[in-house]
């Protein structure tokens, strides 16, 4: 019995500020540590899930932002490995995911000529305030399920925060985008896509490969880019209802740019054209939005 409370008092050394040691060697902690953990022989084991079909895979009340777990799955997203609950999904710690928003969404990104770009559609219903939106954001068809692979839908005013149009390189506009991100200007996506061939082209670059997501033909989609262009569709707000349109057809992505009073520039990507429309659409209307690190 006594070397049973040897052993204890060895392996937890609990200060009076409840900061805890576990070693061999009866430590205290460090003064700036809540658990350290000393071993020159043995490793810590976290616990071993498949979250493919653990409870704890959709994380609402079961994990906490910041969980961490070793997923023992192979065909689980990025594979076997460590993952993490962002708030809103299990990422993998060998994701490139350098950007998070207020409500935990976690992004990854990729790098386009000096830039680097959101390479997912931004899904934020906060400002990185954690204010609420000034303008309108849905689900395409009120369909919560579909917000993590094509993201939300806004209207501009919501995007904009109150900030004037820009067509500045950099926008210098936050507006929706988290802290150290901004809403790219027009002047912006064109730049972006002269880099992968032009208007003409450059469609084919920036949409994501396959049919999976978007419907057939997806003219000459190869995703060179990494840009990774999702078709959201868009919606509609009219005679008092959310009209739907669109989905896997279409990619539109609202600019911090004003056309005018009533209308904003986006860029626009089809199933069936290989190049890019930049067009003005009214400010009314629910597009997708990316952003791009300051």
């Not at 932002?65 to 299990?90: A, P, T």
């Not at 990104?109 to 400002?127: D, F, Q, S």
């Not at 149009?165 to 002269?194: A, D, K």
Request: proline share 3%; charged share 15%.
């Amino acid at each position: 019995m006594k070397n049973l409370i040897l052993i204890v008092l060895m392996l937890f050394c609990i200060t009076s500020f409840s900061q805890i040691a576990i070693n061999n060697d009866g430590s205290s902690p460090d003064s700036k540590a809540i658990l350290d953990v000393q071993s020159y022989d043995k490793g810590i084991l976290i616990p071993r899930v498949d979250l493919d079909t653990s409870t704890i895979n959709n994380g609402i009340g079961t994990a906490q932002r910041g969980m961490m777990v070793f997923n023992i799955n192979s065909s689980y997203k990025d594979g076997i490995g460590f993952y993490y609950w962002s708030g809103s999904k299990w990422i993998s710690l060998t994701q490139n995911v350098s950007a998070m928003d207020f409500d935990g969404n976690a992004y990854s990104t990729v790098r386009i000529g000096n830039k680097i770009w959101m390479a997912e559609n931004l899904r934020t219903l906060h400002y990185s305030d954690g204010s609420n939106l000034l303008g309108g954001a849905t689900s395409y068809n009120m369909n919560d399920s579909l917000n993590e692979v094509y993201g939300l839908l806004y209207q501009w005013d919501a995007i904009m925060n109150g900030e004037s149009s820009s067509n500045s390189n950099p926008s210098e506009i936050q507006g929706i985008c988290p802290i150290g991100w901004h809403v790219p200007s027009y002047t912006e996506y064109l730049e972006m896509i002269n880099l992968v061939g032009g208007l003409t082209v450059g469609g084919g670059p920036l949409r994501e490969f396959g049919t999976f997501h978007w419907i057939t033909p997806n003219i000459n989609a190869s995703n060179l880019s990494g840009f990774n262009a999702l078709p959201g569709g868009m919606v509609v707000f009219s005679g008092g209802q959310f009209i739907n349109l669109y989905l896997g057809e279409y990619a539109n992505f609202w600019t911090s740019t004003e056309f005018d009073t009533d209308h904003a520039y986006n860029i626009a990507l089809y199933y069936d054209y290989a190049g890019i429309y930049n067009v003005h659409n009214a400010k009314y209307l629910f597009y997708s939005v990316r952003c791009v690190k300051d």
